[in-house]
């Protein structure tokens, strides 16, 4: 995956697969978090976290309807 960091590129921190396979959700630094088609290689969106938030990890409900982020938030405060 390319992001959006130095010379197109930026680092993975966590990927989660959806519970259905269909969608996998990528964060990468910046906090930001890219959703792909796993079939087509396809963006579908990108979500950027708050600027006072670094976040460290994704994860889908098990019903696949949510998605949680948690991570530093000021001073090392735990968010999610």
Known sequence: FKGPGPSGRSWQLDLQLHPAGEVAAVL??????S???????????SLKARDDTHLLCLAFSPDGRRMAGAGAYRRGTLRV
């Open 28 to 33: 990468s630094s910046g906090s930001r978090i």
């Open 35 to 45: 959703l792909w088609a796993v079939r087509a290689g396809e963006l579908l969106d």
